[in-house]
């Protein structure tokens, strides 16, 4: 896991701001903020094959019946990424401890995890509903964001170009390597350096109850979810999708209120 105090972020330089440009309104919470943080996967982009999808070619490829579920994945997902430094390396690792954890021969794992990477193409993602207008609005608007994303720098990067966010004025801070993972307060804390935002004053938008709402609130930030995975923390609105946040319907209360 890493423990160095200085953060490290990857800094994408900006294309030229868009001309003719409609300010659209922002719904609170985000009407206010001086900044926005924002997750990655399954809120501003997501896999056009999912994971799921992948792991089941990645055991028909190795000639094996399915050893492990993908929500097994999932959950291994943070504890390995504190300790890899690429996603071949997180994924070779979390799948042959998910084989050994199972009686399996763990090079199995490993085979598993070569399949599943011939199969997985990192660019292969496209944005999330209402991304791409909400970001229009706060590039409007002048409020900046940044991007705060639990996962290797190889396969995040791969997607933030693959959808264009880097011809956006964006920091990315790769949580898990250059800041503790979500939902760790120091994840946060780096994505507000980058923003050179208080607390009080940003939001964090993202899809998971604990890595990114959670975490958020604890770190001083007003938190957004989005979608309807899990219970909704203490404190967090809860929106459908991020077009809502273009509209004053949020599903849920402003905290604040």
Partial sequence: MATATTTTILTITPNAMRENVDPTRLASPLADATGVTFDLDDTLVSYRRSPGEVLAAAFAAVGVDPIFPVEAYYDRFAEFNDRTDSMAQL?????????????RDPDLGRVVADAFADERDHANVAWRPGARDLLDALDARGVPYAVVTNGPPDAQSAKVGAVGLDDRAVDVVFAGHDAPAKPDVGAFEAGLSALDTHPGDAVHVGDSPESDAAGAIAAGLRAVLVGDRGPTPSGAVRVPSLGALLAPDLVGDDPRN
Avoid: Q, V
């Fill in 91 to 103: 994924r070779t690792e979390c799948f042959a401890a998910l084989c050994e954890e199972r009686d």
